[in-house]
């Protein structure tokens, strides 16, 4: 699918893709350089508190870090 960049540096995203993705107008866009590759993605309103609590559920790294370390401390006895 392609757009064509306007003088104003202004690209209009296709109707097929607006509906698809759930766009609406006002919707806050981010431009993501993946080295080459210019993407464009939906901001997150809050993304600290959007992905707060993803990784919840597992064994603590802290906990395993510092049995870890208490091993190493033994060792060197």
């Known amino acids: 699918m392609n757009a064509i ?8 995203i296709p109707p097929m893709l607006r509906k698809k993705y ?4 006002g919707a806050r866009m981010q431009f993501v ?3 080459g590759v210019l993407a464009l993605v939906p901001a997150r309103n809050n993304p600290i508190e ?3 609590g993803m ?9 395993a ?3 870890e370390h208490r ?3 033994e060792n060197e006895r």
């Open 55 to 63: 990784l919840r559920g597992g064994d603590s790294l802290t906990e």
């Open 71 to 73: 091993r190493e401390i």
């Open 22 to 25: 759930g766009l609406k107008p």
């Open 65 to 67: 870090l510092l049995v």
């Open 50 to 52: 959007d992905t707060a």
């Open 5 to 12: 960049l306007s003088q104003k540096g202004r690209v209009v």
């Open 33 to 35: 350089d993946y080295g």
